[in-house]
């Protein structure tokens, strides 16, 4: 996208010199000017002041120019010089950003064109409360809970369900775009808790259409070979221990509808620690999706449901478009199959063109939301 480049400033004496701009001689950018100096007092006024150590957003000027008067360009030019295309750059907080009189926000920037069947911004009014480390998830005075708030709405048609979670997102930036846009919004989108930048990603998946859940590192079989990380839920771990673990990753943003494993074939097993983050998970109104590893675990007031296959576990087109075709028939027989694969470029590749025509064949891709019940 084109942008006018503003000369380099310190954030403190941006808004003085847009000022002095905006009343100089040159009539012709007045109205920029003035649309410009409040569009970034509105910023300043959601985000906070700016910092030298505050991430960085990029602001693209042509959404605010656009409707400038004729001549703006040449009236601007004699007063900074020749122009060129850039981008200005504001510090900002990394606090999600509400929309500004019709202009929606992502990762990227800004963009005046609002995505088709945006599910609501999150955080959700009453169902968050502060914690240790961020937000919390909670159940509402009114008894609404982030899993029917956050979820991705549903209807079925009497066909066959067939649902796909997309999990590793937000470790890489390429695959996770991929996966926000070129996936079908029923496609529910899981994000690593470590992920830089998660709350931007999951705000701009849900602008897609997609549900989102928080993967919840658990330790595996072959730990610590296999370590998850420092905020692994222990198999050994006291109730106290898994709580405050599961707190710390669940306050690292809002907006996820449940929970689903990263690892975890030891946690699983694990009665005792299985039910401290299970009666945690439903007190706080979510859900649980795992990839398998917890098919026979039941979850009291915990929505819960199990992915019957792995899709890519042998990354190659012909073992992934098998086990799809999988899905499909176990569909077919049950009226319902539930499938998660990795955020791999074949696998994304894959899914997005088995989607297209599932319809055709007789089936409805759903969220994976659809398929949790409480058992």
């Known amino acids: 996208m084109a942008m006018i480049a503003l000369p380099r400033l310190p954030a403190s004496n941006l808004g003085a010199k847009l000022r002095a701009l905006a009343t100089s001689r040159y009539l012709g950018v007045a109205a920029a000017g003035a649309l410009l100096s409040a569009t970034l007092a509105a910023l ?30 040449e009236a601007l030019a004699p007063a900074s010089g020749p122009l060129t295309i850039t981008e200005d750059i504001l510090r900002l907080s990394d606090r999600p950003l509400a929309p500004l009189a019709g202009i929606t926000w ?15 911004m999150a955080p959700i009014a009453g169902l968050y409360a502060p914690g240790p480390g961020g937000p919390l998830p909670i159940i509402a005075t009114d008894g609404r809970t982030p899993f029917d708030a ?37 496609v529910t989108l899981s994000f690593a808790p470590y992920a830089e930048g998660l709350q931007g990603w ?5 602008a897609h259409g997609h549900e989102v859940l928080l993967e919840i590192p658990m330790e595996p079989l072959d730990y610590p070979d296999n370590d998850p990380g420092p905020y ?11 709580v405050k673990k599961l707190e710390w990753v669940l306050s690292r943003a809002t907006g996820y509808f449940g929970l689903t494993n990263y690892l975890g074939s030891r946690f699983l097993t694990s009665p ?104």
């Open 44 to 73: 300043v006024m959601i985000v906070g002041p700016m910092t030298t150590s505050a991430p960085h957003v990029r602001i693209p000027l042509m959404p605010v120019l656009r409707h400038a008067p004729a001549g703006w360009r």
């Open 106 to 120: 992502n990762s990227t920037g800004m963009s005046s064109k609002p995505v088709a069947g945006a599910l609501p």
């Open 150 to 186: 956050y979820k991705r709405p549903f209807a079925g048609n009497g066909r066959p369900k067939i649902a796909i979670v997309i999990g590793g997102l937000g470790l890489n930036a390429r695959a996770t775009r991929q996966a926000i846009e070129t996936l079908p919004p029923e």
């Open 202 to 206: 999951i705000d701009e998946a849900r």
């Open 232 to 242: 692994t839920l222990m198999a050994d771990g006291s109730p106290p221990e898994v």
């Open 272 to 375: 005792g620690a299985y039910r401290a983050f299970a009666n945690a998970a439903a007190g706080r109104g979510l859900g649980f999706i795992d990839d398998g590893s917890g098919a026979k675990l039941s979850g009291g007031l915990l929505p819960r449901a199990s992915a019957e296959r792995v899709i890519d576990d042998q990354l190659s087109q012909s073992a992934i478009d098998q086990q799809l075709l999988a899905l499909e028939s176990g569909a077919m027989q049950r009226g319902q199959a539930l499938g998660a694969g990795f955020a791999y470029p074949i696998t994304l590749d894959k899914v997005a063109k088995w989607a297209t025509s599932l319809g055709d064949r007789g089936f409805q891709l759903a969220p994976a939301s659809a398929m949790a019940v409480r058992r």
